[in-house]
């Protein structure tokens, strides 16, 4: 079966796009309906995740992505709070987060794949940009107002947000040194400040079901997979065997896929207490995901 | 005197038809069984699936408004349905380890397509005032995200 229907999605996401443009972006308005704030935002998130699609694989990533449409519906979102003064994650469906920090990561991501697009001023200013997100993280400050409206503890989305903040933040260092190449990620240092940070919130969250539940982590939590050394990269093993054992979306096995090939390729071993190694030598994704679930 | 059996001689439309016969009982089983797991994929994608697309600190109005909308609009557009049942029967083949749900679910998963065409082949002041067709693509995109085979 390969890749399913996943590999449909730019040809979905376009008539959606089409019909958010022509439905909602083209109008004066602002949104006013549930539904509309939700479309719009389950459609930039698929942005999202098309345009920053496998690290391992990037030569999809600026194919499918509309900087106008990105804009216009942005700014559309920023006007378009159907609950004042509540908090972002009431008034969020799909994005959860800032809508900015979405930006950040997919700029940098574009600059880390195509170094041609590196320009000195685009630099600075995402660079300014990121500095003032990470002293969000260094101070322990919350990237969202409290609400009483609680379905899940609020700190799951302080962590997701935190962990965006890190990748990115890890991203510009590689930038910044010229310590890149298209593809994934280099290794970064274990001791940086950003991983000890990321390492933490990984154990703290290690046994929580909700943040397993939770989409709004799968992103981030594949990304820094591909900072860590080897000692380290259990903690994303188990944080993505618990998302599919919660969910059960190939998403996630996608995404450990591309991992572990990677660690593979750097020479990480698997552990013997997760993988047999007539496994380690098999890796159709459907035989990954059957293990994956005997694991527990 | 002994009969001297004749050879049986095959009726090309009888044979034509015996295997349009053939044909047509495996399609009318296929469809009785389609139709008869409609409800229980159904009821897994408004009770276990859905749950999964939403976050969970927003306010109910987009939960429970978006499901309401889809149960109202799949009645009238073939291709929501088809979606709908794409996504259950796709979640159910990795739950349930079904390879049944996942052929399903490729079934569904075309006629919602084939459905969507005849749809974007009539007016296109659908697409400006109702929300079928773009739930039904929301759906076919979350389908390749969350539950690609």
């Not at chain 1, 040809?11 to 109008?27: F, S, T, W, Y």
């Not at chain 1, 000692?231 to 096995?253: E, G, P």
């Not at chain 2, 799949?74 to 349930?96: P, R, T």
């Not at chain 2, 739930?135 to 390749?144: A, Q």
Request: hydrophobic letters at 40%; proline letters at 5%.
């Amino acid at each position: 079966m390969g890749r399913g229907t996943y590999t449909d999605i730019p040809r979905h996401l376009n008539a959606a796009m089409r019909i958010v443009r022509l439905r909602l972006l083209d109008r004066p308005w602002s949104l006013r309906r549930p539904f509309d704030r939700l479309a719009v935002e389950s459609v930039l998130y698929q942005i999202f995740l098309v345009a920053t699609g496998s690290w391992s694989n990037p030569c999809q990533m600026d194919d499918h992505f509309d900087d106008k449409f990105w804009l216009e519906a942005e700014q559309l979102l920023a006007k378009s709070n159907l609950y004042p003064g509540r908090s972002i994650s009431f008034n969020s469906p799909v994005i959860g987060v800032p809508l900015a920090l979405f930006r950040v990561v997919l700029s940098l991501k574009r600059i880390y794949q195509n170094p041609e697009q590196f320009d000195q001023e685009t630099m600075e200013a995402l660079r300014s940009e990121v500095e003032e997100w990470e002293g969000v993280v260094l101070s322990e400050g919350e990237l969202d107002s409290p609400d009483e409206h609680q379905n899940c503890h609020p700190g799951i989305y302080r962590d997701a947000g935190y962990l965006y903040i890190l990748v990115s933040s890890l991203l510009m260092d590689q930038i910044s040194v010229g310590h890149w190449a298209p593809g994934a990620p280099r290794v970064a240092p274990p001791d940086s400040w950003q991983l000890k940070k990321a390492k933490e919130i990984l154990r703290g969250r290690q046994d929580d079901p909700e943040w397993s539940r939770c989409f709004i982590g799968n992103w981030p939590v594949y990304s820094l997979g591909f900072f860590l050394e080897e000692d380290d990269i259990d903690l994303i093993r188990r944080d993505m065997h618990n998302r599919w054992m919660a969910v059960k979306f190939s998403q996630i096995s996608r995404f450990r896929d591309d991992l572990e090939v990677t660690w593979a390729a750097r020479g990480y071993g698997f552990d013997a207490s997760v993988y047999s190694k007539s496994l380690a030598m098999v890796t159709p994704s459907s035989v990954r995901r059957t293990w994956m679930d005997l694991q527990d | 005197m002994s009969a001297t059996p004749r050879p049986v001689v095959v009726d090309e439309t009888t044979a034509v038809a015996t295997t349009n016969l053939c044909f047509l009982s495996a399609a009318t089983a296929h469809r009785q069984l389609c139709d008869d797991l409609e409800p229980i994929i159904k009821r897994h994608f408004a009770q276990n699936y859905y749950q999964l697309l939403i976050l969970p600190n927003c306010s109910e109005e987009f939960f429970y408004g978006w499901i309401a909308d889809i149960q109202k609009l799949m009645v009238q557009y073939k291709s929501l349905k088809f979606s709908v049942l794409a996504c259950g029967a796709s979640h159910l083949h990795f739950v349930d380890a079904s390879s049944m749900m996942q052929e399903l679910s490729l079934t569904y998963y075309s006629n919602s397509i084939k459905g969507l065409s005849e749809l974007l082949g009539g007016e296109l002041s659908e697409l400006e005032n109702d929300n079928g067709v773009l739930m039904s693509v929301m759906l076919l995109y979350l389908h390749g995200v969350s539950v690609s085979c």
